[in-house]
């Protein structure tokens, strides 16, 4: 049997509006007394919530993470600062009660069961600071989807016009592509639409190659007056959400400022790949210290970018990567997009190493992995990225040793293949 470690500890089943406590105490060598409550999720019965686990001395608390409404508790219960309580953020998946016996009271008893006999493993909470700047920089990424989504309506619309200019131009919105927009949504200025060659001499830059193309693919476009109200529509929301992402961006510098993230916002820049948006989610989502990490496989594997295991009678099998943090992994992964593309770096030898092995997704993935290794090593000693240049790892160099010693013994077959065909 598992013996209990925490004398005094509450579970907490979370709801909208309401939650179910149970309160578990007595000796760790004896069998636990519980209570249950239910409160509501109001602030006065928060409050009333807390003043109840303070009399009870509850020194520990557990909550699923429920959605959002596992916030609202914790705000409350972390309010108090002469109230020490420690509380423990559980993976929904960890703590799944049995089927068929699973009510509210239930559930919080099984929390409180498990808090009790240490085994339940943690999830990271942020402080307050990170907190707050991690709901502007999924904002910000949140907006950027959207502008994603209108700019493929508009280009269904264009479809549906028999306007054909995204299989010439590589970016519609370029501004080659704007302008031709323009013109067929408003003329160029004169009596009636434009002509196709008319359009097609709008092109700048190295669409100017293109001009043949250009005209082909407006020769002939069916565009109405419907299309062209969507066009403008979707237009005005694209140029709405540009102006609302300037101002996140705005708002996210001045809360790395006040949260004193500046330095660690810094150092995570130096780093190849990294700008100042992926810093930004990366100290939104995992914060500066890296002390809630004991190494950094620990990190990568909470990022979801670490390796899976799969054995099973001492055969190593292929395993997906390890699920984590979405928004930190979406972040890392479009890094190392760049950090492959920088010159003599350890992520493009890593990469150009894989790709021929594994394909190019999962060389991303794994040259993701070393990059979140890497800012871990940046994090925890508060220097600057150290360019590596592709050196090779101990176990690489053990590697390679093994391999070419055994190509030298498949060649010196041949020596003495040869000797024996002399004699």
Same mark, same amino acid.
């Given at each position: 049997?598992?013996?209990?470690?925490?004398?005094?500890?509450?579970?907490?089943?979370?709801?909208?509006?309401?939650?179910?406590?149970?309160?578990?105490?007595?000796?760790?060598?004896?069998?636990a007394k519980a209570e249950v409550r239910k409160f509501g999720t109001i602030r006065?019965?928060?409050?009333?919530?807390?003043?109840? /686990?303070?009399?009870?001395?509850?020194?520990?608390?557990?909550?699923?993470?429920?959605?959002?409404?596992?916030?609202p508790v914790l705000n409350i219960l972390e309010d108090d600062p002469q109230y020490a309580l420690k509380i423990v953020l559980a993976n929904p998946q960890q703590v799944k009660a049995v089927t068929g016996h699973k009510t509210d009271p239930h559930d919080a008893r099984w929390l409180a069961h498990l808090l009790r006999h240490g085994m339940i493993r943690p999830s990271f909470i942020p402080p307050r600071a990170i907190r707050e700047l991690r709901d502007f920089t999924r904002r910000r990424k949140q907006m950027i989807g959207i502008a994603?989504?209108?700019?493929?309506?508009?280009?269904?619309?264009?479809?549906?016009?028999?306007?054909?200019?995204?299989?010439?131009?590589?970016d519609v919105f370029g501004l080659s592509g704007q302008l031709m927009l323009e013109a067929l949504v408003n003329g160029l200025g004169g009596d009636g639409q434009p002509s196709a060659f008319d359009i097609a001499q709008l092109a700048r830059g190295h669409a100017k190659k293109k001009l043949n193309e250009l005209t082909a693919a407006?020769?002939?476009?069916?565009?109405?007056?419907?299309?062209?109200?969507?066009?403008?529509?979707?237009?005005?929301?694209?140029?709405?959400?540009?102006?609302?992402?300037?101002? /996140?961006?705005?708002?996210?510098?001045?809360?790395?400022?006040?949260?004193? /993230?500046t330095p660690a916002y810094e150092l995570l820049q130096t780093i190849p790949g990294i700008k100042s948006q992926a810093a930004a989610t990366i100290l939104a989502e995992s914060g500066p210290d890296m002390k809630q990490f004991p190494k950094a496989a620990n990190f990568s594997s909470w990022s979801g970018l670490a390796p899976g295991n799969n054995e099973s009678a001492g055969k190593k099998k292929r395993a997906p990567a390890m699920k984590g943090n979405p928004h930190i992994k979406t972040a890392l992964v479009e890094a190392a997009w760049s950090a492959t593309r920088t010159r003599q770096s350890e992520f493009q030898d890593r990469y150009q190493r894989l790709r021929p092995k594994i394909g190019h997704k999962r060389a991303i993935v794994a040259s993701a992995h070393t990059l979140a290794l890497r800012i871990y090593d940046v994090l925890q000693a508060g220097l600057p990225y150290q360019a590596r240049g592709g050196k090779l790892t101990p176990r690489s160099v053990n590697r390679l040793v093994r391999h070419h010693t055994r190509r030298l013994k498949c060649l010196h077959r041949w020596l003495n293949d040869q000797g024996t065909a002399d004699e």
């Open positions: 049997m598992i013996p209990a470690i925490i004398e005094r500890c509450a579970g907490i089943d979370v709801g909208k509006k309401f939650l179910a406590v149970c309160v578990m105490t007595g000796p760790a060598h004896e069998e006065s019965e928060l409050e009333a919530l807390r003043q109840w /686990l303070q009399s009870e001395g509850c020194t520990h608390v557990v909550m699923e993470s429920t959605g959002v409404y596992w916030k994603a989504e209108e700019r493929n309506r508009v280009q269904k619309v264009l479809e549906d016009a028999n306007v054909k200019i995204g299989d010439v131009l590589s407006l020769q002939g476009h069916q565009m109405r007056d419907s299309h062209r109200a969507l066009i403008r529509h979707a237009m005005r929301h694209m140029a709405f959400l540009a102006e609302e992402i300037e101002t /996140l961006d705005r708002d996210i510098a001045t809360l790395i400022g006040d949260a004193s /993230l």
